[in-house]
Nanobody, 120 residues
């Protein structure tokens, strides 16, 4: 069974920092694009950041200059470093990966979600 397992959420005061991690496990041949999404209460899920296998990154305008996405291919892990946090960042954060399993099947993987609460 191929899974993404997230960690690192919590409660932080506005202006603070937090780092999220998401590790893929199971029989995976290759992981291509990885990314982070978030869903605030009563709102739709939105894209936060993506990173390709080659290291090209893309960010939502609302987090540019504050968040940094990175990956460690040896560990099949993607990170989201979040700085200068705002109340508006409060949401459940989900990681995502596009991958190939050992049978060369395309996989779309989602983490279980981790809650970030930013207090004012």
């Amino acid at each position: 069974q191929v899974q993404l397992v997230e960690s690192g959420g919590g409660l932080v005061q506005a202006g603070g920092s937090l780092r999220l991690s998401c590790a893929a496990s199971g029989s995976i041949l290759r992981i291509n694009d990885m990314g982070w999404y978030r869903q605030a209460p009563g709102k739709q899920r939105e894209l936060v950041a993506t990173i390709t296998s080659g290291g090209t990154t893309n960010y939502a305008d609302s987090v540019k200059g504050r968040f940094t996405i990175s990956r460690d291919n040896a560990k099949n892990t993607v990170y989201l470093q979040m700085n200068s946090l705002k109340f508006e960042d409060t949401a459940v954060y989900y990681c995502h990966a596009a991958a190939l399993n050992r049978f060369y099947m395309n996989l779309e993987l989602w983490g279980q979600g981790t809650l970030l609460t930013v207090s004012s």
